[in-house]
């Protein structure tokens, strides 16, 4: 439609009936500069705009306000040393279940006598180089934690999840959180979101297959009792004093659980 506009203006100055059209086309065409002035003005008008009122602009900005500000997965690469204090040598082998999993990795084999392993939920065919890399040699595999774990009893000395079991149904988090237990020889840490608090970009719903589900405190210490999983009171306290003693705050629920033995 564009195109036909201009083409029958020119057409029309062409052919005389509107006797300032050629003086109007020669002079856009003699000052360029005034023309590309005059739309960047406009682009600039409209993105104020944009940004100012409705639209897709704000939509986008709005969106990413509420995305990736509460990543519990971070919340576990910020906690590493605080678990350190609680767990001791259970910090010996570690298995961390979750997105971006490379990146926890990466960290805890930043450590000391620590070994580190990850399972990726979601696919990773955006994956950096490194977290490929870290792929091949074994250290993080993609499984379906909705399924049972390929790993042995008591395979880990600390099982540590977070920002999975947010986007799991009750049905699977019955079989899920138990599996958890039972590779872990020291306990399970389940780093779990804060209700109200939004998780996953839009972006990522599909990927997800449903959207982040933030469960409350009582919540989850009903489904604790219901699948006849315990608490680890000795290094949850350890934890609470290693916090209060130190400048991490945790921004999410953070949950001790016994080994299923």
Not at 82 to 92: E, I, N, P, S, T
Not at 106 to 117: G, H, I, M, Q
Not at 186 to 199: H, I, T
Request: hydrophobic residues 40%; positive net charge; proline residues 6%.
């Amino acid at each position: 439609m564009a195109r036909r506009q201009v083409g029958s203006t020119r057409r029309l100055g062409d052919g005389g009936s509107f006797p300032f059209a050629g003086a109007l086309h020669s002079k856009s065409r003699s000052s360029p500069l005034l023309s590309i002035c005059l739309v960047l003005v406009g682009a600039c008008l409209l993105i104020g705009y944009a940004y100012s009122g409705p639209g897709i602009f704000k939509s986008i900005k709005e969106v990413s306000k509420v995305t990736g500000d509460y990543s519990c997965t971070a919340e576990v690469q910020r906690a590493v040393s605080v678990l350190k204090k609680a767990y001791g040598d259970g910090m010996r082998k570690v298995l961390h279940v979750g997105p971006e999993t490379c990146s926890v990795v990466s960290t805890l084999l930043k450590e000391d006598e620590t070994e580190a392993w990850g399972i990726e939920p979601y696919d990773i065919e955006d994956a950096d180089s490194h977290c490929k890399s870290l792929v091949s040699k074994g250290l993080v595999r993609v499984a379906d934690i909705k399924f049972p774990l390929p790993y042995r009893p008591k395979s880990f000395s600390l099982v540590i999840v977070s920002d999975a079991l947010d986007y799991l149904s009750p049905k699977y988090l019955n079989k899920t959180v138990p599996e958890l237990a039972r590779v872990a020889s020291d306990g399970v840490v389940l780093f779990a979101g804060l209700p109200g608090q939004q998780r996953a970009k839009v972006a990522e719903l599909s990927k997800f297959g449903r959207p982040a589900k933030m469960r409350s405190a009582s919540w989850w210490n009903r489904f604790f009792v219901q699948t006849s999983l315990e608490e680890n009171e000795a290094p949850s306290k350890k934890f609470e004093q290693a916090v209060s003693k130190g400048s991490y705050k945790p921004a999410c629920q953070v949950f001790h659980l016994k080994p299923l033995h």
